[in-house]
């Protein structure tokens, strides 16, 4: 029973890496459109699901004692993780603004040292630092590098995501409600760039208004699999399945786009996806032990 569980949490991790690499897809297929525009629609999605979820629990809009800052701060970092990746989604091949993104969870080992006050053992350093390294691969930080800045911004997202799930955590232990935080931020972030699309907007035509309620429908099919995934099994038995998303963009991107990621990029996925595999394992070894 609890090896079909596990089954069943891999099964909708991949899923959830498959709907996220439609989400960047769509994305990039939306054509040359303000990255807060394209934010909008996506987080407008994913906060009609979360507030349909709200009302069929009828759940209350209302905040845990003490979450209340920490919700606002997950909103706003979600937000620039969000802006951060689709901009880097528009500049940088696919597997590339993936990877970058997928950094996050070594960024959340960082953040859960000052945030929740964990203890941070050599192993998870030396993971960090091993991931580290391998961005640095992808990011190929030279001046002659004309894809320096939107790597920077791509490693600026999974940064912000890793924060932005160090404060999910943060609230799910004193006992919040999943839907309330999805919904919470989706509307944050919706109300946050809409002045800014509003100023710089950019007419779109009924294709890309589609594509756009596209990839907002997407995003929350991989929001929905990747908490159904960790409803099923703890999120350090599974979590190293959702790097198929880089295999995932890989494919779309060269079927797609024509993309294909450069030696150097190949080397720092290996590097990351290797750290993650062995802290995956480091872990699970540790729990048998135990």
Known sequence: MIKSRKNIAILLIILSAACF???????????????VEKSFFRNFVAAIFAAAMLAKSKTPLKIQKGCGIAMLLRAAFGTAGILCNFYAIDKLDLADASMLNKLSPF?????????????TSPMQVAAVILAFAGSLFIIRPTFSNMALVPSLIGFSGGMAAGAAYTLVRYMKQRGENSALIVFCFSAFSCIFTLPFMIAGFVPMSGKQLVILLLAGLFAAGGQ???????????????SVFDYSQVIFSAITGYFLF???????????YAIIVATAVWTFVQNN???AAE
């Not at 297929?29 to 990255?35: A, F, I, W």
């Not at 960024?107 to 203890?119: G, M, N, R, T």
């Not at 929905?224 to 599974?238: D, N």
């Not at 024509?258 to 720092?268: A, D, F, I, R, T």
């Open 21 to 35: 690499t439609g989400m960047n897809a769509c994305v990039r297929l939306s054509g040359d459109l303000p990255s």
């Open 107 to 119: 960024f959340a080992v960082v953040f859960s040292a000052f945030i929740l006050k964990e203890k």
């Open 224 to 238: 929905f699999a990747i908490t159904g995934a960790y409803s099923f099994a703890p999120a350090k038995e599974v």
């Open 258 to 268: 024509g993309q294909v990621p450069v030696l150097l990029s190949w080397v720092g």
């Open 285 to 287: 070894s540790k729990k």
